[in-house]
């Protein structure tokens, strides 16, 4: 299984940025796509999860802000980032979990300018 992550970039405090997240090599069926981010000196830590039947989890300090979506067909997850913050700045992963195990994809830097 790969994972191809993209849509990283800088912005602006306030501003906007959608994520990507491609998977291929396997089947989609009951995987669940989350996001995490992990900034400089701290740990990662997850940003938010969606089942394949569309069931989400956000992390509250992005909870009305982001939102994160899929295409089964199409086999991708994105995440939209609405008025970002400078503590949104980290290294964002997706990772897919597939009967039991994580797929991890490259990270995308984020970087939000105040």
């Known amino acids: 299984v790969q994972l191809q992550a993209s849509g990283g970039g800088l912005v602006q405090a306030g501003g906007s940025l959608t994520l990507s997240c491609t998977a291929s090599g396997s089947s989609f069926i009951r995987t669940v796509m989350r996001w995490y981010r992990q900034a400089p000196g701290k740990e990662r830590e997850l940003v938010a999860s969606?089942?394949?039947?569309?069931?989400?989890i956000y992390a509250d300090s992005v909870k009305g802000r982001f939102t994160v979506s899929r295409d089964n067909l199409k086999k991708t997850a994105h995440l939209q980032m609405n008025n970002l913050k400078a503590d949104d700045t980290a290294v964002y992963y997706c990772?897919?979990?597939?009967?039991?195990?994580?797929?991890w994809g490259q990270g995308t830097q984020v970087t939000v300018s105040s």
């Open positions: 969606i089942t394949y039947g569309h069931e989400t």
């Open positions: 990772d897919a979990r597939i009967g039991g195990i994580d797929y």
